[in-house]
């Protein structure tokens, strides 16, 4: 059963809420992930569908997880649950919890490295000066089975953040890590202006050649937009449920869409016009964002103290994200079985152990393990990103825009009517039909049925 709504944590200060709902949109996903996919997909080309995907679906379906989520204050399965009578709705609650959880598994993998290569560049053990051992000592750092204490030791970070509670742990920590992150993002883009491959990076990410945009990129960059703004498994619907009643839904979701793209674009302006410098190539797919910092480190006076800084903000980044997909299966344990926190955030951590020591040994002993020819880490970022992701956003929507009571939705855009929200109309237009059909366009068209 779903605790009292009167005993619910909510956000004490109204920066705290934005800061720590940014803190779950910006992370790997924009500084490992964006560039990566922005480089596979063809720069501009990608650019260009993922911000219109981020515009025209992300923020409508933001919306509408914000809604359900305040309205409903509890987890994503109850809120299904208490805001419809009808039983089948909140199967897509379980699908998020599930998705939450491979998503997990897979980032804690990431976030492992970002802690690994914090430690090496402080023992002075990386290597920032040969630039064709970027790929080599990527493979040295993170291959094999050793780097599966790295994941561990994120994931015991991430348990002992959680067990502290959302406002005392997680609204604290964003508070001073947010601001710093995007301070350092800018003096490392001032930094790529001066390098010779300046221009042929810039060009690469903003100018777009639409002959690229294909299916796959469409669907990568819609996977991107909603795997960036933590939307579709719940997660932003359960961080809404500690929302107070005056924040203002709409402007959140604005606020935090334009600050997330913003984390995204300054990533790649620090990466690319790196990767045409240095002759590396922006289809190394993940592995890219590893292999290219060491060299622009290494450009800067003290490189040493400036790559400890940023993998060490980079870690904690990935730690505020990782606490609010972990709050999705927690809030879930402890509201719908009736569990302590404590309980629950000890299941949920192990679960996430299992699946992340299994996508580690993606890269060592399981390498040749392949489903569908995609190794363990592959397959869940492919089937949560791409698939769970868009399904859960897609039903969300069409939950809202169809069976949520007008008037329930008008008292969480108007705060109980003490503003005005005028763009109701578009946004459950929005809802009802646009982002349902792009949607399942997109995914038809990827398969090939379209
Ligand atoms: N948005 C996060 C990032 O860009 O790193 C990743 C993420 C967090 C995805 C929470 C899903 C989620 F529920």
Redesign the pocket.
């Known amino acids: 059963m779903s605790k009292d709504n009167n005993t619910r944590a909510i956000f004490a200060t109204k920066f705290g809420a934005i800061a720590t709902t940014v803190g ?7 500084i490992w992930r964006f560039p990566y996919e922005a480089g596979v997909h063809g720069g501009g080309a990608f650019m260009i569908c993922y911000i219109m995907f981020l515009f025209l679906l992300g923020v409508p379906v933001l919306c509408a997880e914000f809604c359900m989520g305040r309205s409903s204050r509890c987890n994503v399965f109850g809120a299904y649950n208490r805001l419809s009578d009808e039983k089948g709705w909140k199967i897509t609650g379980l699908i998020g919890i599930i998705a ?1 959880l491979m ?1 997990l598994s897979f980032y804690s993998v990431v976030a492992g490295w970002t802690v690994e290569y914090c430690f090496t560049s402080l023992t002075g053990q990386l290597n920032f000066h040969d630039r064709t051992k970027g790929h080599s000592q990527f493979v040295e750092l993170t291959t094999g089975d050793r780097p599966i204490i790295w994941t561990v030791i994120f994931l015991i970070c991430n348990f002992v953040i959680l067990n502290r509670g959302v406002t005392k742990g997680i609204e604290r920590a964003s508070n001073i890590l947010m601001p710093i992150l995007f301070l350092l993002l800018i003096a490392f883009c001032i930094n790529s202006f001066t390098l010779p491959g300046c221009k042929d990076g810039i060009k690469f990410l903003f100018k777009p050649d639409f002959t690229k945009i294909e299916p796959s990129v469409l669907l990568g960059a819609m996977g991107q937009a909603f ?4 939307l579709g ?1 719940g ?1 932003m619907m359960t961080y809404a449920s500690y929302f107070s009643k005056s924040t203002k839904l709409g402007n959140m979701a604005l606020t935090i869409a334009s600050l997330d793209l913003l984390v995204a674009v300054l990533a790649g302006i620090v990466i690319f016009p790196a990767v045409f410098s240095f002759g590396l190539s922006p289809e190394a797919g993940p592995t890219l964002v590893f292999e290219v910092l060491p060299f622009i480190f290494n450009q800067l006076p003290a490189g040493v103290i400036w790559a400890t800084l940023f993998f060490l903000l980079l870690f904690m980044a990935s730690l505020t ?1 990782t606490v ?2 972990s709050e ?1 299966s927690i809030t879930y344990l402890c509201e719908e079985k009736n569990m302590s926190r404590k309980k629950a955030t000890i299941i949920s951590s192990l679960i996430a152990l299992i699946g992340g020591i299994l996508c580690t040994l993606s890269f060592g002993s399981l390498s040749d393990f392949k489903i569908c020819g995609l190794t363990i880490f592959n397959l869940f970022d492919y089937i949560s990103s791409n698939i769970f992701l868009p399904i859960g956003g897609m039903i969300c929507s069409i939950f809202v825009g169809w069976k949520m009571k007008k008037d329930l939705i008008m008292k969480e855009f108007t705060n109980d009517g003490s503003m005005k929200f005028y763009t109701l109309t578009l946004l459950i237009f929005f809802l009802k039909y646009l982002c349902p059909i792009a949607i399942f366009i997109i995914f038809l068209n990827s398969i090939g049925i379209l």
Do not use: D, K
């Open positions: 779950s949109a910006v992370g790997l996903g924009n939450s998503i795997f960036s703004l933590s498994l997660c994200s609010s997909m999705i």
